[in-house]
């Protein structure tokens, strides 16, 4: 980016002295240096930019596309042709987007910045999660879509990939009440087949009641370390719907208590076993080192077709991005072939400019914050619980607390959420499992409860608030209602 030689030559036909040329050279050169290894390895820098670092460097990639090129002659439809400098700013001057109408990261000529920086957001992508466990990676891409979505287009692919799930119409779908992975399954026009979890402790006491075995040893193992007030889905009766139909599995790493991660270990054996797919939903669990180990592991010991994350909730970026990442390349590329068109830059960009700031220093940092304020959380959870006669339930989630809510009434239970609301608290769930059918993941919990989190980019003093206002809230509730 910077010719040495050349910027010495010129600053020096001033009338300053060489000595100070060659001083100011330092100060130019960190400011560029950086910009070049991230251009020449394509790694994310350990030592996160300034923005100013940052600007420049977008300004010099969004200078190598067509729109930006005062001289071009402009005769197609598609142009990056704006109404006002406003969107050029929004745009960081990305404006043609990304991508060609059959392939979502095809290099496209009249965006040659653009293209660098797509290619550089799926470097990146792998490069992280490469460094936080998913070591059996093979490729990774960013795309400019959310979790749900990002889905429906990962097992479009898949499907596209292998002839012989090509003809295959179901979805093995192990229950998370989320709503958009369930319309991802309904766009891609695969059948539905949600397999219901059951409750930690009645699974528990059906095991010990049965004969043991490593499977049995096994499954209470897991049970136990990840909470007995979770909801699991054994993988018995998930081997048990797989029939000549099934196309695959889409299972869930992170999500809200009390739905415990699936052993996904286990299912992707089940999928190498039977031949047929398995994509996992990691929506926020990048940030746990637990499923980030889970997938590795899962990856090496049976087949794992594609993991997707979502980037807002992993890299501190604004809403819209996800990333796919596989241990086949050949799954990547099929899967950006399956998108239909063009597409903003906007998510890629975010990510690209989030790690560039973050640095993997800065990540590393924002992780370690995130796991001493889930601890803090469930520290302070409990001292409420103590003081409201309610209990932490045992769910060893890795970014949530959930509390019991036995001694509120249905309509206290049912005015809580508003009352946070007007607290000024968000994020909280409150679910009475009496009323309301989709919320635990299963039939029948048998605890109202709240659930908190902790997660990535949060800081001390929400976790703090947050639980100051919730026993607000509940006394409030309980009087108002009582
Ligand atoms: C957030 C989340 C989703 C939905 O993400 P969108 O980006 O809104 O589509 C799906 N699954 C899980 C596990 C999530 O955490």
Same mark, same amino acid.
């Given at each position: ?38 251009? !020449?390895?394509?790694? +994310? ?10 600007? @420049? ?35 960081? /001057? ?11 990261? &095809? ?25 936080? $466990? ?23 692919? %898949? ?6 799930? !090509? ?32 409750? $930690? ?18 499954? +209470? ?25 099934? @196309? ?11 739905? #415990? ?15 047929? #797919?398995?994509?996992?939903?990691? $929506? ?5 080192? !637990? ?19 979502? !980037? ?7 809403? $819209?991005?996800? %990333?796919? &990442? ?14 239909? /068109?063009?597409?903003?830059? #906007?998510?890629?960009?975010? @990510? ?32 409420? &619980? ?12 890795? %970014? ?64 703090? /608030? ?17």
């Amino acid at each position: 980016m910077l010719d040495r030689k050349k910027i010495l030559e010129m600053l020096e036909t001033f009338p300053i002295a060489s000595n100070m040329v060659q001083r100011g050279m330092v100060g130019l050169q960190s400011f560029i240096k950086p910009m070049e290894i991230v251009l !020449t390895q394509r790694t +994310i820098p350990e030592k996160g930019w300034s923005d100013t670092q940052i600007r @420049f460097f977008l300004e010099f990639l969004a200078n190598l596309d067509s729109n930006n090129d005062p001289q071009a002659m402009r005769i197609g439809e598609r142009e990056a042709r704006v109404s006002t400098p406003i969107l050029y700013d929004l745009t960081a /001057g990305f404006i043609h987007g990304i991508g060609r109408s059959g392939n979502l990261k &095809a290099a496209q000529p009249k965006a040659v910045g653009g293209s660098i920086l797509n290619s550089l957001s799926d470097s990146f992508a792998l490069n992280i999660l490469k460094k936080h $466990g998913l070591k059996s990676l093979q490729g990774a891409m960013t795309v400019p879509m959310g979790t749900g979505m990002t889905l429906m287009l990962a097992i479009k692919g %898949i499907l596209h990939q292998f002839s012989e799930l !090509t003809n295959k119409t179901q979805l093995i779908f192990p229950r998370m009440d989320h709503n958009s992975p369930r319309k991802a399954i309904e766009l891609t026009g695969l059948e539905n087949v949600t397999i219901e979890s059951i409750y $930690g402790k009645s699974l528990l006491d059906n095991y010990r009641t049965l004969k043991k075995n490593k499977y049995i040893e096994d499954y +209470i193992k897991f049970i136990e370390t990840h909470g007995t007030d979770a909801v699991y889905i054994p993988i018995q009766v998930i081997r048990d719907r797989i029939t000549k139909k099934t @196309f695959g599995v889409l299972s869930t790493t992170s999500f809200f208590p009390p739905r #415990a991660p699936d052993n996904i270990i286990e299912i992707a054996k089940l999928a190498k076993e039977h031949n047929i #797919a398995h994509i996992i939903n990691n $929506g926020y669990g990048v940030q746990s080192t !637990t499923f980030m180990k889970m997938i590795e592991q899962a990856m090496r010991g049976g087949r794992v077709d594609a993991i997707v994350q979502s !980037t807002d909730k992993n890299f501190l970026t604004p809403v $819209g991005g996800a %990333i796919i &990442a596989s241990p086949n390349k050949e799954t990547i590329r099929k899967i950006s072939e399956a998108y239909a /068109g063009r597409a903003n830059a #906007a998510p890629i960009l975010h @990510f690209v400019v989030s790690m560039l700031s973050l640095g993997l220093n800065g990540f590393q940092q924002a992780l370690q914050a995130q796991e001493e304020n889930r601890s803090l959380l469930e520290l302070e959870l409990n001292n409420l &619980a103590i003081q409201l006669n309610e209990m932490v339930l045992d769910v060893h989630n890795p %970014i949530a607390c959930m509390m019991s809510l036995k001694n509120l009434t249905y309509p206290q239970i049912e005015a809580l959420g508003g009352f946070l609301y007007n607290l000024r608290v968000t994020g909280p769930r409150v679910v009475n499992p009496k009323t309301k059918d989709f919320g635990p993941s299963t039939q029948s919990y048998p605890h109202p409860y709240i659930v908190m989190n902790a997660a990535i980019g949060s800081r001390r003093e929400d976790i703090i /608030g947050a639980i100051s206002n919730l026993k607000k809230a509940y006394l409030q509730v309980q009087q108002k209602f009582s």
